[in-house]
T-cell receptor, first 113, second 111 residues
Framework: DTAVSQTPKYLVTQMGNDKSIKCEQNLGHDTMYWYKQDSKKFLKIMFSYNNKELIINETVPNRFSPKSPDKAHLNLHINSLELGDSAVYFC????????????FGPGTRLTVT | GQNIDQPTEMTATEGAIVQINCTYQTSGFNGLFWYQQHAGEAPTFLSYNVLDGLEEKGRFSSFLSRSKGYSYLLLKELQMKDSASYLCAVKNAGNNRKLIWGLGTSLAVNP
């Protein structure tokens, strides 16, 4: 199936731990994104990579570090997790200038206890 | 500053028509987009307007007035499956591919 996939779908962990979320797209897109959607449903852009180059880096704590090994993959590593990091994290991709048409992964629901 | 406003919640009846409004104030403008998000699922792209006027796509239409900073999404012949959150997003001028997102309008379709 052509799609954007994320792993894991659910992640429950304790404060202070380090965790990673992985994202892969097989749509042949050149741009990938990480979004955070909090309990109020606000969708906030965190990072974006175009052909492995970081092009969007919003005001995000430096505990969050993205990594794009190739244009089909974008991973998110989070150090020293805090309660406020609990949210749904969505990966998305788009092609070229069609950044308005973003294809989203199913989301990773992160719960920090 | 940059701001996108949408009503928080709306309710409509199956078979009816509903209009979801979106107003925006952004630094530069390069298109307005609507996405649909069902509860517990990812957003999916619905429509794109960059010029003034109405774009129709089946039961869904989207309108844009750039001079007024205003858009609406029109849903006709409502079905129960249209119950979802509808997100308005705007793209600034520039090449950074960043969308500015509204908080979304939660639409409940009742029988």
């Amino acid at each position: 199936d052509t799609a954007v996939s994320q792993t894991p779908k659910y992640l429950v962990t304790q404060m202070g731990n380090d965790k990673s979320i992985k994202c892969e797209q097989n749509l042949g897109h050149d741009t990938m994104y990480w979004y955070k959607q909090d309990s109020k449903k606000f969708l906030k852009i965190m990072f974006s990579y175009n052909n492995k180059e970081l092009i969007i880096n919003e005001t995000v704590p430096n505990r969050f570090s993205p990594k794009s090994p190739d244009k089909a993959h974008l991973n998110l590593h989070i150090n020293s997790l805090e309660l406020g990091d609990s949210a749904v994290y969505f990966c998305a991709s788009s092609q070229g200038d069609r950044s308005w048409e973003q294809y989203f992964g199913p989301g990773t629901r992160l719960t920090v206890t | 500053g940059q701001n996108i406003d949408q009503p928080t919640e709306m309710t409509a009846t199956e078979g009816a028509i509903v209009q979801i409004n979106c107003t925006y104030q952004t630094s530069g403008f390069n298109g307005l987009f609507w996405y649909q998000q069902h509860a517990g699922e990812a957003p999916t792209f619905l429509s794109y307007n960059v010029l003034d006027g109405l774009e129709e796509k089946g039961r869904f239409s989207s309108f844009l007035s750039r001079s007024k900073g205003y858009s609406y999404l029109l849903l006709k012949e409502l079905q129960m499956k249209d119950s979802a959150s509808y997100l308005c997003a705007v793209k600034n001028a520039g090449n950074n591919r960043k969308l500015i997102w509204g908080l979304g309008t939660s639409l409940a379709v009742n029988p």
